[in-house]
């Protein structure tokens, strides 16, 4: 037993919270508390490590499944953001074969390629979307239970919105995360690989060309198929990368952050633009959790403290949310 899994909080039943049940079946209850969030030893973004502190909250067993996302689009008639035509009006110079309905997928390369141009793997393919998430010729057929991908962050807050729940902000998903182990690098202790198993789904090989598959999965894995955390959550490491509610911003534009920080939300929406592209003034959110691509050579994003900022206009292949409800 490791010193993190011997400071795991104790769990009692998860289907219990406030006020009594789950407000949803499909959700446990996650106490809150003060936990160290960030860190000082992996990538600059997650730096600096810092206290804050969450109220707490239900929060989705697992991701959102394609046959929960089905049932919304059958009662609302919801079309996603991949499965509209994009205005050339907000992206100048683009290319017309850019703005047809399509999203993100990853295309392994026939031969390495090293790891600096993510160019070299990543493409945009007209007609894929949550309803073919391997490309126009795949279906969810035979993925009802893997989680939902190709999902924009319009498109997380309209299944929220619908199912009486909300997107957690960051530092609620990574609270929960967490499991009660308090400054653990992974979401189940300190070994990527305990005993020689495998965890979560992510890539093994060499990536980008090479995935071996050890963990049994190149692609998305249906949801629970690793073991839970501290908490009882699914998947909160791997498979696929999760919105969040809050526009993204370095932790070092924090003020203070030798203090807790009670409920911490993220920056400024104008401030979340990147500057790399002026022109394009797209906002990021904040995604947790990392996802099958994400390979110890190359992303090392499968874990609790860290973040990626995602433009809110933009889905993949490996993108896709869960929500909460918090106490009123």
Not at 238 to 265: A, F, K, L
Request: charged share 20%; aromatic share 12%.
């Amino acid at each position: 037993m490791n010193q993190h899994t011997a400071k795991r909080l104790a769990s009692p039943d998860r289907q219990r919270g406030p006020g009594g049940e789950a407000p949803h079946p499909d959700m446990v209850w996650i106490p809150g508390g003060e936990f160290l969030m960030g860190s000082d030893r992996h990538y600059p973004e997650e730096a600096p490590a810092h206290r804050a502190r969450v109220d707490g909250f239900w929060m989705d067993r697992c991701t959102v499944t394609n046959r929960q996302f089905e049932r919304f689009v059958a009662e609302t008639g919801y079309v996603t953001l991949a499965q509209k035509p994009a205005n050339a009006v907000d992206y100048p110079g683009a290319k017309p074969e850019m703005l047809v309905p399509s999203s993100a997928m990853f295309k392994p390369p026939p031969a390495p390629v090293g790891t600096h141009n993510h160019y070299a793997w990543w493409i945009y393919v007209a007609g894929a979307n949550w309803r073919h998430p391997r490309g126009p010729a795949s279906s969810t057929a035979k993925l009802k239970d893997h989680p939902v991908v190709h999902i924009a962050y319009e498109d997380a807050e309209a299944y929220a919105s619908w199912a009486g729940k909300a997107l957690p902000t960051e530092a609620e998903w990574e609270f929960a995360a967490r499991g009660g182990l308090d400054g653990a690098e992974f979401v189940w202790g300190d070994e990527l690989t305990p005993g020689g198993q495998h965890m979560a789904n992510t890539y093994q090989g060499e990536f980008p060309f090479r995935n071996d598959c050890e963990d049994g999965y190149e692609w998305t894995a249906p949801v629970g198929s690793f073991p839970a955390n501290g908490y009882g959550l699914y998947d909160m490491a791997g498979n696929v990368w999760q919105w969040t509610v809050d526009w993204y911003q370095e932790h070092r534009r924090i003020e203070s952050p030798c203090c807790t920080m009670d409920n911490p939300r993220g920056g400024e929406r104008e401030a979340s633009v990147d500057p790399l592209t002026p022109d394009i003034r797209i906002p990021r959110k904040v995604t947790k959790g990392g996802s099958f691509l994400c390979a110890p050579s190359y992303c090392r994003r499968y874990r609790p403290a860290a973040r990626m900022a995602q433009s809110v206009d933009t889905s993949t292949c490996h993108l896709g949310f869960r929500c909460i409800t918090r106490p009123a």
